[in-house]
């Protein structure tokens, strides 16, 4: 019969692999409520290639509603198969700000407005490549990215969603 102080950190590291393989959980306070923000994720931000190895990147944009003085948007995640730029812009097409995206994937990206908007609207996030490589976007000359044609519906379209902003 083993010892029992020598199965100690054996269940000890077994309940460890336990409770890590559960994944986070979330306790909800009392008296306190929360809901998710609304969002909207186009496209699968990484696939795995069949045979294991580096992931390959699908276009994909996750922008949410959000509140803020007007003069930045913050764009949860985006994912470009080689660098390229998310800009933003009001219904009628105006371009409002873009940031640079490298190749891959990028979570929080702040991108700032100029002009900054003054009154509640809902904006437009899209994702444009780097066309012609410079670093810098240029509307006349940045394509916009296309959906993959892997998501079903979406082939004629270009990765772009929108987002309410509420100026405060």
Partial sequence: MRHPSLLLPAIAASVLVTVSACGDSVTPVPGETSAPAPSTVVGEPAETR????LPDVTPALDFQDQVGAGDGVLVAQVALPSAGFVVISTGDGTVLGAGAVPEGAEMDLQVPLDPPLTDDTTVTATLHADTDGNG??????????????DDEGLEDQVVSTEADYDVR
């Fill in 136 to 149: 810098e976007f240029d509307p006349a000359v940045d394509q916009p990215v296309a959906a993959s044609p």
């Fill in 50 to 53: 069949a045979g294991g190895g």
